[in-house]
């Protein structure tokens, strides 16, 4: 009677893979997304291009203000009120040279400051103020 009922053989529990698979397809395809348009980060910044034109002069001017108010250009002492000339015919030579100044610790503000003004007279934009050691 009930023999036969429990006398077959039971079949094995069988788990469906499918929805795991679909699962790890899914993952798989979000990380591939989400990776693809990560930025990475970091300072961007403009690096200086190779001057090839060996030609073109582009010395920088050099002026030196002692802390007794001299002012010196090209190793010549050169009054406050001829700074702006001697900038214009040293650019006339060198059109894309920039200013440095370099000035003594002690030497006059007021005097670096008037310098400063005789150069962008003069039609300089580049100005560079350092301290003379």
């Known amino acids: 009677m009930s023999l036969k009922k429990h006398s077959k053989i039971e079949e094995e529990a069988q788990i469906d893979m499918t929805p795991m698979l679909d699962i790890v397809f899914i993952m798989l395809i979000f990380f591939i997304v989400t990776t693809s ?11 200086p291009e190779a001057n090839v034109n060996s030609d073109s002069k582009t010395d920088n001017i050099l002026i030196l203000v002692s802390q007794s108010g001299l002012i010196t250009m090209e190793n010549r002492l050169v009054d406050i009120e001829r700074v702006t000339a001697n900038v214009e015919r040293m650019l006339a030579e060198a059109p894309e040279a920039a200013v440095l100044i370099r000035a003594e610790t002690a030497a006059s503000h007021g005097l670096v400051v008037e310098v400063m003004d005789q150069v962008r007279t003069a039609g300089v934009q580049k100005i560079s103020v350092t301290e003379a050691k």
Do not use: A, L, M, R
């Open 37 to 47: 348009f990560v930025k990475p980060s970091g300072i961007d910044y403009n690096k």
